[in-house]
Nanobody, 120 residues
Framework: QVQLVESGGGVVQAGGSLRISCAASGNILDIINMGWYRQTTGKQRELVAS???????NYAESVKGRFTISRDNAKNTVFLQMNGLKPEDTAAYYC??????????????WGQGTQDTVSS
């Protein structure tokens, strides 16, 4: 059974940095796309960043130049380095991965979420 486990994050002052990671495990044949969403109370979940199997990346306009997404295919892990954090970056961050496995053949899996808080 495939699962994603997030780690890192926490509380930081404005202008500071955080790094969160998400490791996939289980009967994985391949991972296509990986990425991060975030959500705050009363708002829709927002796509923060994504990275393809060939390291093509996309970022939300609000984080461009401050956040960097990367992945380690050998460890089935995706990272999000967050620099220059602002109070409006405070949210629960969820990783996802589009995984090819024996069954189901392909599906999107989600991490458990990590709360990251930026104090002003």
């Amino acid at each position: 059974q495939v699962q994603l486990v997030e780690s890192g994050g926490g509380v930081v002052q404005a202008g500071g940095s955080l790094r969160i990671s998400c490791a996939a495990s289980g009967n994985i044949l391949d991972i296509i796309n990986m990425g991060w969403y975030r959500q705050t109370t009363g708002k829709q979940r927002e796509l923060v960043a994504s990275i393809s199997r060939t390291d093509s990346t996309n970022y939300a306009e609000s984080v461009k130049g401050r956040f960097t997404i990367s992945r380690d295919n050998a460890k089935n892990t995706v990272f999000l380095q967050m620099n220059g954090l602002k109070p409006e970056d405070t949210a629960a961050y969820y990783c996802y991965a589009d995984i090819v496995a024996t069954t189901p053949p392909i599906a999107r899996y989600w991490g458990q979420g990590t709360q990251d808080t930026v104090s002003s």
